[in-house]
């Protein structure tokens, strides 16, 4: 069964700070990666997602993802943080042939001044 | 921009009562799903359902739990007889196809059951 591990429930960053948020996932074929971000009060709004080649995706809000198999990882990057991107981010998992979502606990990203 | 609605966005019962949570997915898709969240865990796949049937759930989805599109535009999550475990966050999502395409997901229901 797949299951995915998102290291740290809080992730504290200043301003303008790079923001990595860790995702490891285990599974014994090649996954479909996700990452959405929940803003308060509102739904899971998709990020960006990895389904197969290029290995470095690129979402919005100037986020970004690297697939490594060999790592199992699929680690949440962005090179400078806005205020505006506090908020708790989630990864996904989700294998060919399944339409549902595995999911990481989320990471509350705060940002502070 | 469609998106997908849920009401009541809070809903509180006894433990026991049947409930019923309410999403509109976005009008052209046509694969639905619940998923829940218990505050401080995972978001966990309840079920999907396409053409007017489940097409898969996960072991939350027990007899007590039951989907259904009652008409053309509301796809409904009924409890009918509810637990204090059942106390968390549900979340509604639709997609247009199901294995390639991005779900969508509505701002969720608080359920708290006392």
């Known amino acids: 069964a797949q299951s995915v591990t998102q290291l740290g429930s809080h992730v504290s960053v200043s301003e303008g700070a790079l923001v990595l948020l860790r995702c490891n996932y285990s599974?014994?074929?090649?996954?479909?990666l996700f990452w959405y971000v929940q803003y308060p009060n509102q739904g899971l709004q998709l990020l960006l997602k990895y389904t197969t080649g290029a290995t470095l995706v690129k979402g919005i809000n100037g986020f970004e993802a690297e697939f490594k198999k060999s790592e199992t990882s699929f680690h949440l990057t962005k090179p400078s943080a806005h205020m505006s991107d506090a908020a708790e981010y989630f990864c996904a998992v989700r294998h060919s042939g399944y339409s549902t979502l595995t999911f990481g606990k989320g990471t509350m990203l705060l940002v502070s001044p | 921009e469609p998106e997908v609605t849920q009401t009541p966005s809070h809903q509180v019962t006894q433990m026991g009562q049947e409930v019923i949570l309410r999403c509109v997915p976005i009008s052209n898709h046509l694969y639905f799903y619940w998923y829940r969240q218990i505050l401080g865990q995972k978001v966990e796949f309840l079920v999907s359902f396409y053409n007017n049937e489940i097409s898969e759930k996960s072991e939350i989805f027990d007899d007590q739990f039951s989907v259904e599109r009652p008409d053309g535009s509301n796809f409904t999550l009924k409890i009918r007889s509810t637990k204090l475990e059942d106390s968390a966050m549900y979340f509604c999502a639709s997609s247009e196809k199901a294995l390639y395409n991005e779900q969508f997901f509505g701002p969720g229901t608080r359920l708290t059951v006392l």
């Open positions: 599974s014994s074929v090649p996954p479909y």
